[in-house]
């Protein structure tokens, strides 16, 4: 039977199939599930959630957390209604991201430092192998406004890219002994502060800059991380830049309005999504495209699988989600889209499409948040078992619940290479971003 968490519970891990659930946010009771085995805890990060919104009010936060302000926001609901009308999207609506994946929580690749959208115009980094300060840092720059999408650089380091409106942020951690050198342009004002204890600081080094009206609102590194793409949601192209030299290469002017992009596993095949309802499915080489539509509503979210072989995508009008599977190798783009059901969404759950996905990147677990739900289900964060053997199919292992009470995820991700298996963070709208291992038995 699937794991589910009772109310008032606060998921700490999964156990080979069972979700370990304690009476409130305590590292006690992570140390006694998880910690002997990984021999480290995730401890909560808060931050403040308000800017992160989009609901009418502020659910309640947990008792030992700050109180948030209730924010007014539109009405969702109209502010898509009025999108539709212009079907081009030529003057996006910011608040019209929050119903798309973008990517506000990012893992780096080769250590234990997550990053994370806690504000309007701020990422917090978190070290979890700084054992001389359990706090975060902040970036901010008068350069970096309305933050929509952060991703680390695969193999530099620390480096992070941040989109946000008018151009890319490119941060990257400074140590004693290794400076990294600033671009000409950016003020050297524009630093974060480590936590009192450590011997460095985070340092604006470029500012990959666009037009100063769009807003960078996707962003994704090729996997040897010479290569950045972004979109803009109020955009005309997709852009590849080249990052050490800051160059920036405009794709398919005219192919406005992209939502999502996502480089495979790989780097032969790359994805775009659009407010439109219709994707694109690229071959790197020569960067041309087939176009695919879907009846269910546009792409919320999409991943590859490990080999890069076939993407998984959910749709905003559907419980249903995608699976692309490419019928022979790069650069042919003849690929087959074939349903993979999620009943439990529909049957127990009562909720209308699927609002964001996470695809671990050892093809073993997938993380599911969905439309409205009853109220037993609502806000919960629905966990997969996954098989590829050779087509994808899942099956419900439980549902993790976030601390405080009426929250609901804001952002999730998996780190790509954690060595103990699955390891997922989420963004709640209580103001906690909390990390679950997910321990597996080999299969």
């Known amino acids: 039977m699937p794991s589910f968490p009772p109310p008032g519970g606060v998921t700490v891990c999964e156990i080979n199939r069972d979700l370990v659930v304690a009476d409130s946010l305590s590292e006690d009771r992570a140390k006694e599930a998880y910690g002997d085995v990984l021999g480290m805890v995730f401890s909560p990060i808060p931050f403040q959630p308000d800017d992160l919104l989009t ?4 659910p ?20 898509v209604a009025e999108s539709l009308k212009q079907m081009l999207f030529p003057s996006c609506d910011p608040k019209l991201l929050e119903e798309f994946d973008t990517q506000k929580v990012s893992w780096n690749p080769h250590k234990h430092c997550l990053a994370f959208v806690s504000g309007k115009d701020q990422v917090t980094v978190h070290d979890f192998e700084d054992s001389d300060s359990k706090e975060s840092c ?36 400074s140590y004693p002994g290794n400076v990294p050198s600033v671009k000409s342009g950016v003020t050297s004002s ?48 997709f852009t590849i830049w080249d990052v050490s030299q800051g160059l920036g290469t405009p794709i398919r002017r005219g192919l406005s309005s992209i939502s999502l992009v996502r480089w495979s596993p790989s780097g032969d095949y790359f994805l775009t999504a659009k407010f439109d309802g219709t994707f694109h499915l690229w071959e790197t080489n020569t960067w041309t495209s087939e176009p695919w539509s879907s009846s269910n509503g546009y792409v919320t979210g999409a991943n590859w699988d490990p080999e890069g072989r076939v993407a998984l995508l959910s749709f905003s009008n559907s419980t249903t989600l995608g699976s692309v ?54 806000g919960l964060l629905a966990v997969y078992d996954v098989r590829r053997s050779p087509l994808v199919s899942v099956s419900l292992v439980g549902f993790i619940r976030g601390p405080g009470e ?9 780190h790509n290479k954690f060595k103990q298996g699955p390891l997922l963070s989420v963004c709640w709208s209580s103001g906690w971003c909390c990390t679950y291992p997910l321990i597996l038995r080999s299969h």
């Open 325 to 378: 599977h490419f019928s022979s190798k790069p650069p042919s783009l003849d690929a087959h889209l074939l349903p993979v059901e999620l009943p439990e969404i529909s049957s127990l759950i009562v909720s209308r499409g699927i609002e964001k996905l996470a695809w671990d990147a050892s093809g073993e677990r997938l993380a599911v948040s969905f439309k409205d739900g009853n109220e037993t289900y609502h």
């Open 60 to 79: 309640a936060a947990p008792e030992d957390a700050e109180p948030a302000e209730s924010v007014p926001r539109a009405s969702l609901v109209s502010t």
């Open 406 to 414: 009426g929250v609901k995820p804001l952002a999730f991700a998996f």
């Open 138 to 173: 902040i970036l901010t720059s008068e350069h970096q406004k309305e933050v929509k999408a952060i991703e680390w650089r695969p193999n530099s380091g620390k480096m992070i890219a941040v989109g946000c409106k008018g151009g890319i942020c490119l941060w990257s951690a």
């Open 190 to 237: 524009s630093f974060g502060a480590f936590p009192r204890g450590s011997t460095g600081q985070w340092i604006l080094v470029d500012v990959l800059r666009g037009s100063s009206t769009e807003l960078v609102s996707a962003l994704c590194w090729k996997p040897d991380g010479r290569y950045l793409a972004s979109a803009s949601c109020n955009g005309q192209s």
């Open 55 to 58: 609901k009418n009010e502020a």
